[in-house]
Antibody
Framework: QVQLVESGGGVVQPGRSLRLSCAAS??????MHWVRQAPGKGLEWVAS???????YYGDSVKGRFTISRDNSRSTLYLQMNTLRNDDTAVYYC????????????????WGQGTTVTVSS | DIQMTQSPSSLSASVGDRVTITCWAS??????LNWYQKHPGKAPKLLIY???FLQSGVPSRFSGSGSGTGFTLTISSLQPEDFATYYC?????????FGGGTMVEIK
């Protein structure tokens, strides 16, 4: 069964760090993405890692977040440093349905999301 | 960076209505445009990819069209389960920006 399961969310103080994990099953990791939704807001693309391990970031997280993968564990990660209040959101990992480019054919499998709350 | 703008931001409609949502890109993105449906508390669901291709398992009442900078998502006959928020996303170049969303509410 094709599935993504996120973990690692929680409550953290501003300036601290958190690492999210996304365990994949039923398929081999290709290009993968993190997308978030802040309370009452729309979807925001956060980061992507291509099949060839090139990483890309949204402007709001560049320099603070790092996306990575461990293919042997079929797990995607998001290391989040220097967290801010406006990083509070539900974070989703998603599979890229394309074997070329980034999201050319959309993000077709999503996890259930993990909640990150940044608050003092 | 490419900006995506959706209109309207919300709409009210009845079951059986035809609904059209528009998405505009700040520059040409060819046909690299995807549409998602999101219900509160649920993960997004891919509906349409590459502007007009229906994702497997998605009902045929959903359709997409457009290229360049203007795109539309049409629901031909709105069903109760279609009341949700819809997002477009460009996949032409990173950052892979989303539109602001269109909430479809029950009239």
């Amino acid at each position: 069964q094709v599935q993504l399961v996120e973990s690692g969310g929680g409550v953290v103080q501003p300036g601290r760090s958190l690492r999210l994990s996304c365990a994949a099953s039923g398929f081999t990791l290709g290009s993968m993405h993190w997308v978030r939704q802040a309370p009452g807001k729309g979807l925001e693309w956060v980061a992507s890692i291509s099949y060839g391990n090139t990483d890309y970031y949204g402007d709001s997280v560049k320099g603070r977040f790092t996306i990575s993968r461990d293919n042997s564990r079929s797990t995607l990660y998001l290391q989040m440093n220097t967290l801010r209040n406006d990083d509070t959101a539900v974070y989703y990992c998603a599979r890229d349905s394309s074997s070329e480019g980034l999201a050319y054919y959309g993000l077709d499998v999503w996890g259930q999301g993990t909640t990150v709350t940044v608050s003092s | 960076d490419i900006q995506m703008t959706q209109s309207p931001s919300s709409l009210s409609a009845s079951v059986g209505d035809r609904v059209t949502i528009t998405c505009w890109a700040s520059q040409s993105i060819a046909s690299y445009l995807n549409w998602y449906q999101k219900h509160p508390g649920k993960a997004p669901k891919l509906l349409i990819y590459s502007s007009s291709f229906l994702q497997s398992g998605v009902p045929s009442r959903f359709s997409g069209s457009g290229s360049g900078t203007g795109f539309t998502l049409t629901i031909s006959s709105l069903q109760p389960e279609d009341f949700a928020t819809y997002y477009c996303q460009q996949s032409y170049s990173p950052p892979l920006s989303f539109g602001g969303g269109t909430m479809v509410e029950i009239k």
